[in-house]
């Protein structure tokens, strides 16, 4: 095997085996000679890699896309699930790719220009081109935008399809999309993981690369801004939404805001982000939500997620938002009947890429040609909205209803015709994948990407989403339940050139990560907060589980100590009672979710803080936060405190992360600020329950072991825990990490080093509170500091708090809905 | 005839509202028959902005901005109307309703009252099977359809218990529908409903019953709030006409027409964001007296 790892052979057996069982029309089978040459190349390193078995080479392809973070949810999911990503790319050569572009470019400019016209002056609806109740079927339709024109005319800036090829190797169009570009950030995720799974394998086969497709991207969403160096956010649903992960990723990769709708307000008619320095302009939006959320004072009043008087922004002009709302009106399968119609009125031309065949049954004679037809055709709603007589969802085969369902429906599309739509049955070709560990065909589509470049021209991404029907409708969801993605590469004849970013020009050289809004300040500080309460969580387990208690002390529940440890867990709502035995008890404040204070329940609020911070945090954090609980068995008290000990680990772990890979910018002041707040509070708690003035060695000693400065102590004194030491050394010394006079030193670096609103030079109220702190504690030594100064701290500590949030995060107000009743 | 009209609204907040961002649709939008002069609003606390917005339907729509903390706050619109009289009927060469269904399929008008803006479900008005079932012969394709329309409406009044109270603003078309009973916004809901299903262009309308009958006429029901009722498209040719399935009956020259949209959320007096507040309780006071009256 040691000459394989040199020069891996590269066996045909995969093509073989695969072409022997392949159908008509294969993407693989029907390649010209060129391409199947790719084919075999691609197949043969893929099987050398795996060592002949697919199953492999499937794993090893998983395990990239999970290293990269990748996930996705299902509607109704309350979990992510694992990223299902194919290993075997789909491969297209140049020649045919070419007349794909050529096509979604004719689309997308085509689309372009309808949009304009229905919300202008509907010339083609008042030439009889499009039907008015095409139109105003959509929900997508907001007339409000009529007479509202976007910067530079750009209703759209992305437009996606969903492409499918026949088994005589043409292509059709299935759906437009041009609301959200879902799968754009999955692509280039495939891609990556593709990549880094195969080695050279892409660059050898000259797959067109698909970063300058993004910066295109990017750069088309500049150009509509108002300002040369514009501030652009990816305006989010929120990390509940399905494609959150990606959006996130999106946004990461491309250099903008990811914004909610509350980090965003609108004033003067201008759009402006809070941000710990105030308000900031916002130039432009890439928005990932539909247009009916975007603002309640203009369309859906019931929209939390939206920006109130959005429009207004829009309306006032200076504002890029892509795509503009109420663009979706064209997502309508009723409208893609007319685009061929369209494409004549308003280009002169006919489509590159024709549609799937569609007839609109709220026209008379497609009406009757569906009535006629419909076991041959699929029938399905016209504008993706409920509707009568269609059992399954919105897409049937006429010839799958039983004879009263046929009744149902043609009574209902009699009422209602204009709900319905008849299309062709679409038959799709197939292309390699691993199925049950076996190289197989699967039917695929694909899902092309379209953008504006900096100069207002269509480009279009030269890769796509494959998507592998598991089974199910394909034209439904992104992903259903059983299918797979894959990535899809554009093959040169010629290799790739290095780096066709060059001509683009070197950015400026920044040292600094930009502006933090408000919210993420406030998540950081709260995760800092969570963290460090989940770590003395587990300090205060692992000292009941007797772990810290002197070896001739042991674990027992009659020790006064003992019974105020088990208070502060109670307090933390780590456990709901002291009754419980040691293990018992030590298991539920570990592992019982529905504990809120449990180690469990505390790492769930870690992730779930982290999700909004998605943009902003490594995925190894994401490793470490997805990690399950350590196994433990709360009959066995070593396991206790194994799982306590192996959690602190990671807790490291996670503040190793911080230390090191965080940039130092004010992002990471508030994560930092957020541990040393918890810290030194929970530091005052600490001491004044076990280092009273009647505090016993035995107090000194868990006192010591919970704020982790036994060491320290011991290295300092060589006699065992007395009083006045140990509140030294936990209470004031400058140079213990963890003592409280340590944090509050920290405190007062990060406010006094945060950004301040007041033009006079006069300190804003954090600041006072946290150099009032540091003071206050400064002159204090241990023989002299009594229980009384601790609890000033600590309402100190409390006040800062308060002063933090009420300067820097967002104040989120409770908003009540005022309807009259008529 | 002429009226004068009064329409005061008073929210009350046990915890203040910090902010009200919000829109009032209380000046009646131009339409066909009436005319509206003198319109003043008033609003206590002042707000700080104070415009007038676009619509998508013939809706007036003034935006209002009021910051500082609110304990009450008082809105009253007043403004004269004049709307014209003769009753509107039945006729003989009315379309039925197949062939006004398939005008307004291809009618080309795409302005704020063009059919087609009403042919559809709208959020708060589903199209919802039951209803159709429901509403059934009465609609039936070779129906003439004014007759037809006013035999719903007159079904909705008879078979509907008007209940102020057992239904609020937000209640679903399908609850109201299911307890057959509600007031003038459940029964308009359920009639645009009705309507839609038959494939007919439906709209939403909100606006003013006068407050006293004409003598010897009986009070009609709805005249001590805003009222809701329907404007069904009947053909190119008799264009739009006003339903009320309160008091089942084509509306007259007591109905004082403020705005029309697809479903009550278009035309809602009043929506928007009041942040902070909470506890909140409402009072309305209607008046709608003729010019002749007031002068006697």
Known sequence: MAADAIAPPCSDDWADDYLKAAPKGDLFADASPDMAAHWRTMLGRLS???????????????????????????????????????????????????????????????????????????????????????????????????????????????????????????????????????????????????????????????????????????????????????????????????????????????????????????????????????????????????????????????????????????????????????????????????????????????????????????????????????????????????????????????????????????????????????????????????????????????????????????????????????????????MGQADMSADMCVIDAKPVPPDTLLGSGTPAI?????????????????????????????????????????ADLGPSLDSPAMARLVGLLVQWGAVSGSGAAIGPLCATALGDARQPGSVRALMAVVANIGEGLRDRLASDFWRLVRLPLPSFDGAVTETLLDASSRMIERISALSGLAAENMGRTDGWRFHDMGRRMERAANGCRLISLFGGDDASADDLTVLLDLMDSQISYRTRYLTGPALPPVRDLLALEPYNPRAIAYQALRLAEHVAALPTLRADGMPEEPRRLADALVARLAPLTGDMLTLADIADAESRLLGLSDAIGQRYFLQLHKTENADLLS | MIYHVRHRTILRYAAPVQVARFNLRLKPAPWPGQWTSDH?????????????????????????????????????????????????????????????????????????????????????????????????????????????????????????????????????????????????????????????????????????????PPPGMPRLVGADAMHAWVMLWCGPTRGWIGFDPTNGCITGDGHLFVAMGRDYAEVAPMDGLFIGGTGQSLSVMVDVAPEEEEVA
Request: glycine letters at 10%; a neutral charge; hydrophobic letters at 45%.
């Open chain 1, 48 to 478: 050398a890699q795996a060592q002949a078995d697919p199953a492999r080479l499937a794993d090893h392809v998983g395990r990239q896309a999970s290293d990269l973070g990748m996930a996705f949810r299902l509607t109704g999911d309350e979990q992510e699930r694992p990223w299902p990503l194919g290993p075997v790319p789909l491969l297209i050569g140049a020649e045919e790719w070419t007349h794909i572009e050529q096509g979604l470019t004719q689309r997308a400019e085509l689309l372009e220009r309808v949009i304009a016209d229905i919300y202008s002056t509907q010339s083609l609806v008042r030439d009889g081109k499009l039907p008015a109740s095409i139109v105003t079927g959509s929900p997508h339709y907001w007339r409000v935008m009529t007479g509202t024109p976007p910067p530079r005319g750009h209703h759209l800036h992305f437009y996606a399809a969903d492409i499918g090829r026949g088994p005589a190797g043409e292509w059709r169009v299935l759906a437009d999309r041009v609301r959200t570009p879902v799968g754009v950030g999955y692509a280039l995720e495939n891609r990556l993981a593709l990549s880094r799974a195969t080695g050279d394998l892409l660059g050898a086969m000259h797959a067109r690369r698909l970063a300058p497709f993004f910066a295109d991207l990017r750069r088309g969403l500049a150009a509509d801004c108002a300002r040369a160096d514009p501030r652009i956010g990816l305006l989010t649903p929120g990390r509940f939404n399905q494609s959150y992960a990606e959006q996130a990723h999106l946004a990461r990769y491309l250099g903008l805001l990811l914004v909610e709708g509350d980090d965003l307000i609108v004033s003067d008619g201008r759009l402006f982000i809070r941000t710990i320095q105030g308000l900031k302009r916002i130039d432009g939006l890439w928005r990932w939500m539909d247009s009916r959320f975007l603002d309640p004072l203009a369309f859906d009043s019931k929209s939390r997620i939206g920006v109130p008087d959005l429009y207004d922004a829009c309306a006032r002009g200076g504002l890029m938002v892509g795509n503009w709302p109420g663009a979706g009106v064209i997502e309508s399968r009723a409208f893609a009947a007319f685009l061929p119609q369209l494409a004549k009125a308003v280009l002169g031309q006919d489509l590159i890429l024709p549609n799937i065949a569609t007839w609109w049954c709220g026209q008379t004679r497609e009406r009757e040609h569906v009535r006629a037809r419909l076991d041959n055709l699929v029938v399905g709603s016209a504008f993706d909205q409920d509707v009568a007589g269609l059992p399954d969802a919105h897409f049937t085969p006429g010839a799958s209803l039983d004879a009263a369902q046929r009744d149902t429906l043609l009574a209902a599309m009699a009422r209602r015709p204009m709900d319905y739509v008849g299309q062709e049955v679409v038959k799709l070709s197939t292309t390699p994948a691993v199925i049950d560990g076996r190289i197989a065909p699967l039917p695929f589509t694909l899902r092309v990407f379209v953008a504006r470049d900096g100069a207002g021209q269509w480009r279009v991404m030269p890769g796509a989403f494959g998507r592998l029907a598991g089974h199910g409708d394909i034209r439904a969801a992104l």
């Open chain 1, 510 to 550: 920044r040292r600094v990560g930009g502006m933090l809004p408000a919210k993420a300040a406030d998540n950081l500080f709260w995760l800092g907060r969570y963290i460090e309460r989940t770590e003395m969580t587990l300090r205060l387990i692992r000292a009941i589980a007797g772990g810290s208690i002197e």
């Open chain 2, 40 to 212: 003043a609003l008033s609003v206590n606390p002042a707000p700080s902005v104070i415009e007038s917005r676009p619509a998508a339907w013939p809706v007036q729509v003034s935006r209002l901005v009021i910051e500082g903390s609110i304990r009450e706050l008082v809105i009253e619109s007043s403004f004269r109307a004049g709307v014209q009289g003769g009753a509107i009927t039945a006729q003989p060469d009315d379309p039925d309703i197949g062939t006004v269904a398939q005008a307004a399929l291809v009618d080309r008008g795409m302005g704020p009252s063009a059919p087609a803006n009403y042919l559809y479900a709208s959020p708060r008005a589903p199209l919802l099977a039951d209803i159709g079932t429901w509403a059934g012969e009465t609609l039936s394709p070779d129906q003439p359809i004014v007759a037809a329309a006013l035999a719903l409406a007159l079904r909705i009044q008879s078979e509907f218990a008007y209940q102020p109270g057992v239904t609020d603003a937000g209640t679903p078309v399908a609850d109201a529908f299911a307890a057959r009973h509600g007031v003038c916004q459940d029964f308009a809901h359920v009639m645009v409903v009705a309507l839609r299903l038959a494939g007919l262009p439906a709209a939403y309308v909100s606006g003013y019953l006068r407050t006293d």
